[in-house]
């Protein structure tokens, strides 16, 4: 079990707050608000600015327009649920102010995935990682459990199956 002086060297400040890069929020800001537009009001989109876009949103909203409902409706189902995921990220990041936690929220709902993921790259991750139910299980003894398992298995050409297999719990015990 880690310190406690280890388990808080983890979190960041509890008012802690950054936001995307400009570029990211015009371009994640822009792709919502076309697809709004194209998915209620497509008489409002000046068509002559799309440039790359045009023949891709001519077809969109003109021949199908119930994909461009499906694509707008989905995009703003995931960014609902990212916006509810960062708040627990928030959490487990150690922010508990509860303005930074709003913020959190309403900058992950409209830019989406590169607001959670400057939460997520904030959270310093553990040293290290061990199995419950063993305490000097690391991750060298399960290379060589793998590395012992695939010599026991012998596959033939015809059926691929295996010829022997060994008793996993004693190779389990012999390498911990």
Request: with cysteine; charged share 15%.
């Amino acid at each position: 079990m880690p310190d406690r002086d280890d388990d808080r060297s983890r979190y960041v400040s509890p008012s802690f707050f950054v936001t995307p890069a400009p570029f990211t929020c015009l371009l994640v800001g822009g792709g919502m608000l076309l697809c709004h537009l194209a998915c209620y009001s497509p008489h409002l989109v000046p068509e002559n600015y799309l440039f790359v876009l045009k023949p891709f949103y001519n077809y969109v909203v003109h021949t199908k327009p119930i994909l461009i409902q499906i694509i707008y409706h989905g995009a703003l189902m995931v960014h609902i649920a990212e916006a509810l995921y960062s708040v627990r990220s928030t959490l487990q990041c150690g922010v508990t102010d509860g303005v930074a936690r709003f913020k959190w929220f309403m900058q992950t709902l409209l830019f989406g995935v590169f607001s959670l993921t400057l939460i997520k790259g904030n959270l310093k991750p553990k040293t290290t990682w061990r199995f419950p139910f063993r305490s000097d299980f690391s991750v060298r003894a399960v290379v060589l459990l793998i590395q012992r398992n695939l010599s026991h298995f012998v596959w033939t050409r015809q059926n691929c199956s295996i010829v022997s297999e060994p008793d996993f719990w004693s190779l389990l015990t012999d390498v911990c």
